[in-house]
């Protein structure tokens, strides 16, 4: 695997309300943020806007994150989906420090990117690592004030404005 920091445990379901309130208790979550968000999405099939709902829950320095696919080129989430509203796992993020150089990484090691998107504060891709641990792994790279708006312990700013537990949205 390439270099950098693991941080999140990811799954898939049909219902991420349902999902939520059935997970939380089990992992002591203190607060579920439910957003659902678009990005420009580029998979091996084509562009366009991915939607999802997502469920953000940070338990100490793991982020769990529930998805729930809505439209669009979201096939690396939808082709995993169970068939009743159970959670399924579905990849592990790992955050990146140096983006231009993990990129680079990733074209002379011809790893297979399977969606890629972001924008200036955050750049995200997932790698079909299934032939070596059997899942995804996503690669997650963003600025210090995008990871504090994101709830990460790690980036943790001063003042009232974010909190661990406040604003976990991505």
Known sequence: MLDGHHYQIAYVTRDIEKAAVRLAPEIRARDIHIRETSFPAVTPTGSGTAVLK??????????????QPIKGPVEIYADLLPQDNALRFHHIAIRVDDWDSFRKEVDRRSLNVVLEGGNEALKFLYLDRRDLVGHHIEYVWATHDRWAVMGAPWAQVRGDAFSRTSGAEQ
């Open 54 to 67: 997502l469920a953000l829950i940070w338990v100490d320095e793991v982020q769990y994150e529930l998805i």
